[in-house]
């Protein structure tokens, strides 16, 4: 996600502002992220937008079968925080 992250940031960084956005989204078997939704924003909408692509545009694995079998709903929930700050 890391990668991502710095490949979209960088297109967008006069945009951005300093802050954190926190989301919260699930894993489904497939690997595709489903129920992706913004927790908070101490940021701008940029800065939202640019958490949220990066999320969609992630390519997550499947679901190993050993992590299924332990998740009631068969999907994996994550919390994950994106952050920017000042640099000088």
Known sequence: MRVVWLQLATKRVDLLTIGRV?????IAPDGDVVNLKIKSNSG?????D??????????????PKNVLSTLDTKR?????????????
């Open 22 to 26: 926190k989301l919260h989204f699930e």
């Open 44 to 48: 701008n909408h940029a800065l939202a």
């Open 50 to 63: 640019l958490a949220i692509d990066t999320v969609r545009a992630t390519r997550i694995f499947p679901l």
């Open 76 to 88: 994996l929930p994550v919390d994950f925080d994106f952050y920017t700050y000042a640099t000088r």
